[in-house]
């Protein structure tokens, strides 16, 4: 099959019938805030008698939530969960043969796989980073969370093997910007970071950016993690789920004099921080309490 991705949200711009490229099926992927013009590119699509599959982690959960109706109503087969090469075979072969299903999901015996991207696909003058991952999966358990729905449940880490990783990082194209890495929790696997990314991170010689706990950068008193081993490997930033100052999300939660330490500890090895909150996450919030975390996120 000859693969072509196109990006509403780069300087490709929005899909009309004038600019949608010919192919014989398409899919669709997206987030949640981008549900409603995945229904409509569908409705424009399946109007000119294509074949419409979509999934990812949204359609996912608007399955789970009992919404599978909406969602055939809007296209023609959907994938729950994730996508293995023996599923997507499956539902090239039937969307090629006329003969689809409604649903297809991934076997229970099915295991976990990575496989090398076509980066070549992706044209990098419409991104300001190159994109890899090295883990699927968090260790966490953060009630709010929906990584979980296409790694195969909570507290689940899927680690891409040294050979594969090492051959993908040779792929990447070589900008002006730091490297992304999109894993859902860096150093989930605090052992195969140490042992078999950051190595490699370190090799390759180019700066990089990341999501981590503040717990696996830091340790959960704030003076311990992987920060040193990151920095020494090229990490120039940090996105981190600070999520509420005063009450714990998750195991994952820091108390705010050991979230205050290693925001300093960040700060002094020369990184940026991203920081997150949740507000009302645990449905206690006042305006008090949202003021409060404000002025300290500004402070």
Same mark, same amino acid.
């Given at each position: ?46 109007? +000119? ?35 293995? =090469? ?5 539902? !090239? ?22 496989? !090398? ?51 993908? %990082? ?56 992987? %920060? ?45 921080? +991203?920081? =997150? ?23």
């Amino acid at each position: 099959h000859t693969i072509i991705i196109w990006d509403e949200l780069t300087q490709q711009g929005r899909l009309t019938e004038e600019t949608l490229p010919q192919a014989d099926i398409y899919g669709i992927g997206g987030l949640s805030t981008s549900r409603k013009r995945a229904y409509q590119l569908s409705r424009m699509i399946r109007s +000119l008698g294509k074949k419409v599959v979509a999934g990812g982690i949204d359609v996912t959960g608007n399955y789970l939530e009992g919404n599978g109706a909406e969602l055939l109503e809007n296209f023609d087969s959907i994938v729950v969960g994730r996508l293995t =090469s023996k599923l997507w075979q499956q539902v !090239l072969a039937d969307l090629s043969n006329g003969i689809t299903q409604k649903v297809y999901q991934a076997g229970p015996d099915e295991p976990w796989e990575f496989v !090398l991207p076509p980066h070549y696909l992706i044209n990098p003058k419409f991104y300001v980073f190159t994109a890899i991952r090295t883990s699927a999966g968090c260790s966490q358990n953060c009630p709010f969370c929906t990584v979980h729905l296409v790694t195969g449940g909570r507290r689940i880490v899927h680690c891409k093997s040294q050979t594969l990783l090492k051959e993908e %990082l040779k792929l990447l194209p070589k900008t002006w910007f730091p490297d992304l890495l999109y894993d859902d929790s860096f150093g989930a696997d605090q052992n195969d970071a140490l042992e078999v990314s950051l190595p490699l991170l370190q090799a390759r010689g180019r700066p990089w950016v990341t999501e981590i706990t503040l717990k696996a950068l830091c340790g959960k008193d704030g003076l311990s993690g992987l %920060l040193d081993q990151m920095v020494a490997s090229g990490c120039v930033g940090v996105y981190v789920g600070i999520e509420n100052l005063d009450r714990p999300v998750s195991a994952k939660s820091l108390s705010r004099e050991a979230t205050e330490k290693a925001i300093e500890r960040i700060h002094a090895a020369g990184l940026l921080i +991203l920081g =997150s909150f949740i507000l009302d996450v645990n449905g206690t919030e006042t305006p008090e309490s949202i003021r409060e975390t404000i002025k300290w996120a500004i402070a």
